[in-house]
């Protein structure tokens, strides 16, 4: 990717060598019948955390970036986007030290080391991307030249999620802390297998799941043209077992079924 041009470089300057999107989530209190579906119906799930699409691709978040390591090809993202929101909701500043990634939660603190010349710095994730095949961080144009790779656009780098460390009083004596970040794999979990505006049709499928020897709820949605009878499944408090509860219900036939978090 190395061109020795001065209009190649100053593009580089400019935008860099990522491509960029932008992610879609799916609101609160929209339901899409979507396989694997991952929303909430509550604050408990920031947007931030719920499944979304880019080019047809569904990119779930991680609950917690605890033990995240990974390897693979940094790029960088500069103007035009400077000064326009991040996926968090943040106004972008390539200056600053952060990053974009798919999948990490926000603001996940990250040591990203540049194997190519073992340059390493940290930075926040506030951001999605990028979505270019084998990429798997954007690093803001600072990040990029700390770690020195402006000119090339790319490089291979290790990534690994850090704690994040807060100062407190203890004794009279400022001490360090780590911050536990919440996790989002544990929670209030029901599998949606059906809606429908007609209430009977939901009454039948609810005693149907009854009688087969599961948890059901029955939840009336207005959504101002029509009421919806939404049937979930009661799918525990792990996440891990929820996703176990769709994929049996997926093989089931009920291919429009998603996980839903209260």
């Avoid at 940094?74 to 974009?100: L, Q």
């Avoid at 599998?191 to 049709?201: K, L, M």
């Avoid at 020897?213 to 959504?223: E, F, L, N, S, T």
């Avoid at 799918?235 to 219900?249: C, H, I, K, N, P």
């Amino acid at each position: 990717m190395r061109d020795t041009t001065i209009i190649l470089l100053l593009v580089l300057l400019l935008s860099g060598c990522a491509t960029r999107d932008r992610a879609i989530t799916t609101p609160a209190k929209k339901q899409v019948a979507t396989p694997g579906r991952y929303e909430t119906t509550q604050s408990k799930v920031p947007p931030t955390q719920r499944p979304y699409v880019i080019k047809g691709k569904t990119y779930y978040p991680l609950p917690y970036a605890e033990g995240f390591e990974q390897r693979g090809i940094a790029s960088w993202y500069g103007k035009p986007f400077h000064g326009r929101k991040t996926s968090n909701g943040e106004t972008y500043n390539m200056y600053s030290r952060t990053a974009a990634h798919k999948t990490l939660p926000m603001n996940t603190p990250v040591l990203v080391k540049n194997l190519d010349n073992g340059r390493e710095m940290v930075v926040r994730i506030n951001d999605r991307g990028p979505f270019v095949r084998g990429r798997v961080i954007d690093m803001s144009y600072t990040g990029a030249k700390e770690l020195g790779m402006i000119d090339k656009g790319t490089a291979r780098v290790y990534i690994s999620a850090l704690g994040e460390a807060v100062t407190v009083q203890e004794e009279g004596q400022k001490v360090k802390r780590f911050l536990p970040h919440e996790d989002f794999s544990r929670g209030n979990f029901y599998v949606q297998i059906g809606s429908f505006t007609n209430r009977d049709n939901a009454l039948r499928l609810r005693t149907k799941m009854e009688n087969q020897g599961h948890q059901v709820a029955v939840q009336v949605y207005d959504r101002g043209d029509a009421l919806f009878h939404r049937v979930r499944i009661k799918a525990g408090l792990e996440l891990s077992r929820a996703e176990e509860v769709l994929e049996d219900f997926t093989e089931m036939g009920y291919s429009g079924a998603f996980i839903i978090a209260q």
